[in-house]
């Protein structure tokens, strides 16, 4: 397996809370610099979210998810995890996961090897 692997989505309430997992493994873990988190509505383009380095943890968000959203990395595990508390309507979309190349980027290009997506539905 190259292709990280994503989980936890589903269906959930407005202010509830989901923890979305990312499974890294070949390239995606050894080869990357850190990962990070995209998501993308219907019609729109795809965002970045939030993004982590798997050597010191450092971490970067999106202005729309800052301080809603944790992201964290157990190395052993090479797994990342999207902790998303006070969920709202518009955090409805398909959340990917993807390796970096060199640096944690928020920017698309920053990203080789991405996930199939997993789906979030927050309800009014």
């Known amino acids: 397996q190259v292709q990280p692997v994503e989980s936890g989505g589903g269906l959930v309430q407005a202010g509830g809370s989901l923890r979305l997992s990312c499974a890294a493994s070949?390239?995606?873990?050894?080869?990357?610099?850190?990962m990070g988190w995209f998501r993308q509505a219907p019609g729109k383009e795809r965002e970045f979210v939030a993004a982590?380095?798997?050597?010191?943890?450092?971490?970067d968000y999106a202005d729309s998810v800052k301080g809603r959203f944790t992201i964290s990395r157990d190395n052993a595990k090479k797994t990342v995890y999207l902790q998303m508390n006070s969920l709202k309507p518009e955090d409805t979309a398909l959340y990917f996961c993807?390796?970096?190349?060199?640096?944690?980027?928020?920017?698309?290009?920053?990203?080789?090897?991405w996930g199939q997506g997993t789906q979030v539905t927050v309800s009014s």
């Open positions: 070949g390239r995606s873990f050894i080869s990357s610099y850190g």
């Open positions: 993807a390796a970096s190349v060199s640096t944690v980027s928020r920017n698309r290009a920053g990203y080789d090897l």
């Open positions: 982590i380095t798997w050597s010191g943890g450092h971490t």
